[in-house]
């Protein structure tokens, strides 16, 4: 290689240093500006504890619906929402209960089956939903009481 091939890479090889250290100069961090989380202002309340069951007794070896509120009067739950929660059944939630939903307690179906109430949501067993605003209440459905009658059980939500 000759004198004039060894400056030009020697030039070459400067050049290049320079544009990657004014370009590393150029993108020196100042500073970084750290946002906080935002909680949701979102609330889910119990209203009472433990809840009323109405009707207050079933008959062995029928089928229907139980109602847990608070009074006639007081939801069991009241959500300003809407939020995202997860409800969790403790496992005497089973047979001959099959399916455990919420309805609005002012809608205008109070009775009947759980999924015609109004603005009925089914819950499931660790899954989350998104779950409006609104005064809520209790309805489990049932299958074939037995001799023992139904079983309490305890619903837990976490956000």
Same mark, same amino acid.
């Given at each position: 290689?000759?004198?004039?091939?060894?400056?030009?890479?020697?030039?070459? /090889?400067?050049?290049?240093?320079? &544009? =990657?250290?004014?370009?590393?100069?150029?993108?020196?961090?100042?500073?970084?500006?750290? *946002? %906080?989380?935002?909680?949701?202002? /979102?609330?889910?309340?119990?209203?009472?504890? %433990?809840?009323?069951?109405? #009707? #207050?007794?079933?008959?062995?070896?029928?089928?229907?619906? +139980?109602?847990?509120?608070?009074? #006639?009067?007081?939801?069991?739950?009241? *959500?300003?929402? %809407?939020?995202?929660?997860?409800? &969790?059944?403790?496992?005497?939630?089973?047979?001959? @209960? =099959?399916? $455990?939903? $919420? @309805?609005?307690?002012?809608?205008?179906?109070?009775?009947?089956?759980?999924?015609?109430?109004?603005?009925?949501?089914?819950?499931?067993?660790?899954? !989350?939903?998104?779950? #409006? !605003?609104?005064?809520?209440?209790?309805?489990? +459905?049932?299958?074939?009481? %037995?001799?023992?009658?139904?079983?309490?059980?305890?619903?837990?939500?976490?956000?």
């Amino acid at each position: 290689m000759n004198k004039r091939n060894r400056s030009m890479l020697t030039l070459a /090889a400067f050049l290049v240093a320079m &544009t =990657v250290g004014i370009g590393t100069a150029i993108a020196v961090t100042l500073f970084y500006h750290h *946002m %906080p989380g935002v909680s949701v202002s /979102a609330t889910i309340t119990r209203n009472c504890d %433990p809840t009323v069951a109405d #009707p #207050p007794g079933v008959t062995v070896g029928t089928n229907g619906q +139980e109602t847990f509120w608070c009074s #006639p009067t007081s939801s069991a739950i009241t *959500m300003t929402g %809407p939020l995202t929660a997860t409800p &969790t059944f403790t496992d005497t939630f089973r047979a001959p @209960y =099959v399916s $455990l939903w $919420l @309805y609005k307690a002012d809608g205008n179906v109070l009775t009947g089956n759980c999924s015609v109430r109004t603005g009925a949501l089914q819950l499931q067993n660790n899954t !989350a939903m998104t779950l #409006p !605003a609104g005064n809520f209440n209790y309805c489990a +459905e049932y299958f074939d009481v %037995p001799d023992s009658g139904l079983k309490s059980f305890i619903v837990k939500w976490d956000a």
